[in-house]
């Protein structure tokens, strides 16, 4: 059994800064596709960044330069680090995980999901 658990959310103030982790049990990051997917309240998941088993990145236009996403396969954990927050940003984020994704932004892609990590930020 896979289990995809995030940690990390909280609540910040604009301009702040957190770091989500998604640790993963059943299941090896090295040869995967994993992405960060976030959805606020009334709107659709979308696609925040992703990260190919060769360590190549993909980034939303929104948060580009902001956000980092960063794996350790030793540790089989994937992070967000989100930096220069806004209140635009708020939402649940999501960690997934696919074997074989076409489009990294494609939620339909990954066959697994975390639980959720709220993030808050003020204005």
């Known amino acids: 059994t896979v289990h995809l658990v995030e940690s990390g959310g909280g609540s910040v103030q604009a301009g702040g800064s957190l770091t989500l982790s998604c640790a993963a049990s059943?299941?090896?990051?090295?040869?995967?596709?994993m992405g960060w997917f976030r959805q606020a309240p009334g709107k659709e998941r979308e696609g925040v960044a992703a990260i190919d088993s060769d360590g190549s990145t993909s980034y939303a236009p929104s948060v580009k330069g902001r956000f980092t996403i960063a794996k350790d396969n030793a540790k089989n954990t994937l992070y967000l680090q989100m930096n220069n927050l806004k209140p635009e940003d708020t939402a649940m984020y999501y960690c997934?995980?696919?074997?074989?994704?076409?489009?990294?932004?494609?939620?339909?892609?990954?066959?697994?999901w975390g639980q959720g990590a709220q993030v808050t930020v003020s204005s």
């Open positions: 997934a995980a696919g074997r074989s994704v076409g489009i990294w932004s494609r939620k339909n892609d990954y066959q697994y």
């Open positions: 059943g299941y090896t990051y090295s040869n995967s596709y």
